[in-house]
Nanobody, 124 residues
């Protein structure tokens, strides 16, 4: 059974930082890109960040560029999302996802596996 389990969510003040983690288990995710998406109340799920299998290439949504950093540790099958300078509009459920290919442009359709999500709430 494939599992992606996110952790690290919680309540944080505006301007603060938070690091999300996503551990993959049940199968190896060798060779695939990983991504983070988010969904705010009443809104559609949107792309936040993606990282290639090699880890050398990343892509970010304009809304998080310069504030969020995605990284991965292949040895532990873990993907991270470091979030700095958080804003109230970053409040959302954050989902980790595994793509089909080694690279992702951030398109929702590129992803086959999803975690259950972790809530991040940024207070003003």
């Amino acid at each position: 059974q494939v599992q992606l389990v996110e952790s690290g969510g919680g309540l944080v003040q505006a301007g603060g930082s938070r690091r999300l983690s996503c551990v993959a288990s049940g199968r190896t995710f060798n060779g695939v890109a990983m991504g983070w998406f988010r969904q705010a109340p009443g809104k559609e799920r949107e792309f936040a960040a993606a990282i290639s299998w090699s880890g050398r290439s990343t892509v970010y949504a304009d809304s998080v560029k310069g504030r969020f950093t995605i990284s991965r540790d292949k040895a532990t099958n873990t993907v991270y999302l470091q979030m700095n300078s958080l804003k109230p509009e970053d409040t959302a459920v954050y989902y980790c996802a595994a793509a089909r290919g080694s690279w992702s442009s951030g398109s929702y359709d590129e992803y086959d596996y999803w975690g259950q999500g972790t809530q991040v709430t940024v207070s003003s």
